[in-house]
């Protein structure tokens, strides 16, 4: 069983920073991917990055140099460091994670993150 536990949401200014954090709970692996969907009213979720176990990262094209994804594998803990934040950034960021083995997916229960002056 695997539970995510995020934190870090936020009212930001545009142009300003936030960084996330989601952390997996009562499970360990070996072989997994992890990363951060977002998700506005109405609409489907929508990749922002992932990273796997290896250190191997994937970006949206509209996030590329803005966001930084990192893992900190001894704690199981992804992080999403997001810079120069717009009003369109704005959404709920879930965290999920991949079990490689079985390749079962978990989500997190989702960070509001808005941006706004």
């Known amino acids: 069983q695997v539970q995510l536990v995020e934190s870090g949401r936020g009212l930001v200014q545009p142009g300003g920073s936030l960084r996330l954090s989601c952390a997996v709970s009562?499970?360990?692996?070996?072989?997994?991917?992890m990363g951060w969907y977002r998700q506005a009213p109405g609409k489907q979720h929508d990749l922002v990055a992932t990273i796997t176990n290896g250190g191997g990262t994937k970006y949206a094209d509209s996030v590329k140099g803005r966001f930084t994804i990192s893992l900190d594998n001894a704690k199981m803990t992804v992080y999403l460091q997001m810079n120069s934040l717009k009003p369109e950034d704005t959404a709920v960021y879930l965290c999920y994670f991949r079990n490689v083995w079985d390749g079962n997916d978990y989500w997190g229960q989702g960070t509001q993150v808005t941006v706004s002056s």
């Open positions: 009562r499970s360990i692996f070996r072989l997994y991917t």
